[in-house]
C-alpha cells in the first residue's frame, strides 16, 4: 500500500498563489507515476498534472498549463503542484495520485483523501 496525504489548500483570492503538496509513505514512492486531479461541485473529477518518476517528464491540462507547476522531490517522498494566477473556476477538492505507469485518466492505484482550494473573485 502506498498511503498519500495532501495539505496546502485553503482559501485565496484570484490571482493568487497556493502550493499543494502530498506526502507519501509505504511503499517506494519513486516507482510511481504521480498525478494531480481535482472534483469541482457538480463536476466529474478532472486530470490536472502529472509527472514521471524522476521528473523529467511533465503533463497539464490545457486548463492549467502556464499557470499551475507539478514537482517531486524523490528524498522527501513528496509532490508538490504549485498553482499561480488562480482562477473562480479553480475552486475544487484537489487530490493526488499514484499511477504504476503514465495516464492521464482514472483509475489510479492510489489516492489521498483531497485538499479543499477555493478561489474568491
Known amino acids: 500500500q502506498l498511503q498519500l496525504v495532501e495539505s496546502g489548500g485553503g482559501l485565496v483570492q484570484a490571482g493568487g498563489s497556493l502550493r499543494l503538496s502530498c506526502s507519501a509513505s509505504g511503499r517506494t514512492f519513486s516507482s510511481y507515476f504521480m498525478g494531480w486531479f481535482r472534483r469541482a461541485p457538480g463536476k466529474e473529477r478532472e486530470f490536472v498534472a502529472l509527472?514521471?518518476?524522476?521528473?523529467?517528464?511533465?503533463n497539464y491540462a490545457d486548463s492549467v498549463k502556464g499557470r499551475f507547476t507539478i514537482s517531486r522531490d524523490n528524498a522527501k517522498n513528496t509532490v508538490y503542484l504549485q498553482m499561480n494566477s488562480l482562477k473562480p473556476e479553480d475552486t475544487a477538492v484537489y487530490y493526488c495520485a499514484a499511477n504504476s505507469y503514465w495516464k492521464v485518466v482514472v483509475p489510479y492505484d492510489y489516492w489521498g483523501q483531497g485538499t479543499q482550494v477555493t478561489v474568491s473573485s
Open positions: 509527472i514521471s518518476y524522476r521528473g523529467a517528464n511533465t
